[in-house]
């Protein structure tokens, strides 16, 4: 029995992808729901399995080749394997060898593209990779466990592109992803759509790492190894402070202002092909526990490409944190259509004078870009200031006043 492989059904705010890896060959036996090809869009990686044991008589797309929603893209013989010769089924984006010695030949049969192209971007020979895949071949996510298990690899990933030094002025062009696009489409429509402008202040973060100090050993052993870091206190400030400023949480729309009777708040998690934003769903109603766990949960999937689109989409406000890169002070970039992001920075410790003497204290500084056509600076001023006398005085979080 033949069955259409299709493309994945794109949520409008995606208009299609791109084949990033074929994961087996045509006439090669497949189990039911193995994962047989990755689709590469704007915003996420997804997975398309096989619907039945049997094997993929066709392939319709190569790798590279753009796919629109519900497309075909192969077609799958239910059964045994259709033992279908791969030169005559694939397309020749896919198909045609490159003319190189035997055991040049031999390496690229052995590395998968996706995987052979992760281990470029971090600086990491693919030939020091064990592999997982049929007949050893090294899949993607043997690079991301090869990374995760080797630091030294992972520091050195800091440049994108490994050159070899074959001159004294070396150049290499690489394409950019379709993530990476997309996020330079969308801060560029922001600074060029919106009448942008940041405000800043500094919160004093004593208060909360002394609560820390004091309650983390037994906040996580009460809720199931929950760590109670410095992000589920900024996520409640922001609610509440967004339910004390509607304005701040809604956003443009043509010529209404759509006003948002809740906080979908969306934490920005850096990832190796860009920044993603997942969103915490009603974030006013969520505990700093289950903010703690969602916001690791979104964390370690967002590194392994396993977010969905839905938990990317939407979101009324944005908090960015730069401090954990060392970044002292930012201006963030709106994530359109939202009006305002609080961007987080380092704690610093630095005199202050309290109560007309100097102390030693830990200082972060706070930055609120927001669009001046839906706020004005009175809003915006005070939205900050109030997440800063919430957060120097964690109770009131709790108490709500």
Do not use: C
Not at 39 to 51: C, F, Y
Not at 55 to 76: H, P, Q, Y
Not at 174 to 198: D, H, P, Y
Request: hydrophobic share 45%.
């Amino acid at each position: 029995m033949s069955i259409e492989i299709k493309a994945p059904t794109f949520p409008e705010s995606v208009a299609d992808g791109t084949i990033a890896t074929w994961h087996k060959k045509p006439g090669e036996a497949i189990k039911r729901d193995e994962l047989i090809v990755d689709i590469e869009t704007d915003k996420v990686v997804l997975e398309v399995v096989a619907p039945a044991d049997g094997s993929i008589a066709e392939i319709l797309k190569g790798e590279g080749d753009t796919v629109m929603s519900n497309e075909v893209i192969a077609r799958f013989v239910e059964g045994a394997a259709a033992g279908v010769p791969v030169a005559a089924s694939v397309p020749a984006a896919v198909a045609a060898p490159k003319v190189e010695t035997k055991a040049a030949t031999t390496a690229e049969k052995a590395v998968n593209p996706a995987a052979r192209k992760m281990a470029e971007e971090n600086n990491v020979s693919a030939a020091a990779v064990a592999g997982t895949g049929k007949d050893g071949r090294v899949l993607k996510e043997d690079v991301a466990n090869h990374l995760k298990s080797a630091p030294a690899a992972v520091a050195t990933a800091a440049a994108p592109v490994a050159i070899e030094a074959s001159g004294d002025r070396v150049e290499k062009r690489v394409a950019m992803t379709r993530l990476r696009k997309r996020i330079a489409e969308r801060l560029l429509e922001a600074t060029s759509t919106t009448a942008m402008l940041t405000t800043f202040n500094e919160v004093n973060m004593a208060p909360i790492m002394a609560l820390r100090a004091k309650y983390k050993d037994q906040f996580e052993k009460s809720h199931n190894g929950a760590r109670l870091g410095f992000m589920s206190f900024f996520v409640k400030a922001a609610a509440e402070a967004l339910r004390r400023f509607p304005v701040v949480n809604a956003s443009i729309d043509g010529n209404d202002v759509v006003y948002h009777g809740y906080q979908d708040i969306g934490v920005a998690v850096s990832t190796e092909k860009g920044l993603v934003v997942p969103v915490l769903r009603n974030a006013e109603n969520m505990s700093l526990a289950t903010i703690e766990n969602t916001i690791r949960d979104f964390g370690a999937r967002a590194r392994d490409g396993k977010l969905g689109i839905e938990e990317m989409s939407g979101g009324t406000f944005t908090i960015t944190n730069g401090g954990t890169f060392g970044s002292l002070l930012s201006t963030p970039i709106l994530n359109l259509p939202q009006s305002a992001i609080l961007g987080m920075h380092k704690i610093q410790e630095r005199p202050m004078a309290v109560n007309g003497k100097v102390e030693i204290l830990p200082m972060m500084y706070l930055a609120l870009s927001y669009d001046h056509r839906l706020l004005d600076g009175k809003d915006a001023v005070q939205f900050l200031v109030t997440i800063k006398d919430l957060l120097e005085d964690p109770a009131r979080i709790l108490l709500e006043i």
